[in-house]
């Protein structure tokens, strides 16, 4: 069953992966059309699009928060893990077990907050240039919580079944 979990995992971080890849690439492409447009205007009577600014901005929304999956997968945030290494290995081993939970439950929270508050407000409010419902853009906190969640959890059973050699 680990196994299982563990290849669905890896599988959802695969597509984490070109997913971030692709936003990127576009975002970089909208944000590069925007400073030749700008610098064109000077010379051409041309409309600057005000719209590419915006999309770029959701697109590096949906990097962090879906991308931040791929961080906890890999296990590689920032940490102090000075004082974590002083400690024994049964009081470090429930210290990077509380830390996981903590982790868990944060994302859990962010989740239920986001499926409970987003759909209300969302659905009201509209993009500034672009006029599609904010609630697009406020999904990627419920999709990439989903996804930190589910990770966090393969974490923290790659703790317990290993014993506690995963770093914290």
């Given at each position: 069953?680990?196994?299982?979990?563990?290849?669905?995992?890896?599988?959802?971080?695969?597509?984490?992966?070109?997913f971030?890849?692709?936003?990127?690439?576009?975002?970089?492409?909208?944000?590069?059309?925007?400073?030749?447009?700008?610098?064109?205007?000077?010379?051409?009577?041309?409309?600057?699009?005000?719209?590419?600014?915006?999309?770029?901005?959701?697109?590096?929304?949906?990097?962090a928060?879906?991308?931040?999956?791929?961080?906890?997968?890999?296990?590689?945030?920032?940490?102090?893990?000075?004082?974590?290494?002083?400690f024994?290995?049964?009081?470090?081993?429930?210290?990077?077990?509380?830390?996981?939970?903590?982790?868990l439950?944060?994302?859990?929270?962010?989740?239920?907050?986001?499926?409970?508050?987003?759909?209300?407000?969302?659905?009201?409010?509209?993009?500034?240039?672009?006029?599609?419902?904010?609630?697009?853009?406020?999904?990627?906190?419920?999709?990439?919580?989903?996804?930190?969640?589910?990770?966090?959890?393969?974490?923290?059973?790659?703790?317990?079944?290993?014993?506690?050699?995963?770093?914290?």
């Amino acid at each position: 069953m680990k196994e299982i979990f563990s290849e669905f995992l890896e599988f959802i971080n695969d597509i984490v992966k070109k997913f971030c890849i692709i936003l990127t690439g576009s975002m970089t492409f909208l944000v590069l059309l925007q400073v030749v447009m700008r610098l064109l205007v000077r010379v051409l009577p041309i409309k600057v699009p005000n719209w590419t600014e915006e999309l770029s901005r959701y697109m590096m929304i949906y990097i962090a928060f879906v991308g931040a999956s791929n961080g906890i997968r890999e296990w590689s945030m920032v940490g102090v893990d000075f004082l974590l290494n002083k400690f024994p290995n049964k009081a470090r081993f429930a210290m990077n077990l509380a830390i996981r939970v903590t982790i868990l439950a944060f994302w859990i929270v962010i989740v239920y907050l986001g499926i409970n508050i987003f759909p209300k407000v969302g659905i009201k409010q509209f993009s500034a240039s672009m006029g599609f419902p904010l609630f697009y853009a406020q999904l990627s906190i419920i999709i990439g919580g989903v996804i930190c969640a589910l990770q966090t959890i393969g974490q923290t059973v790659k703790l317990i079944t290993e014993g506690g050699e995963v770093n914290a």
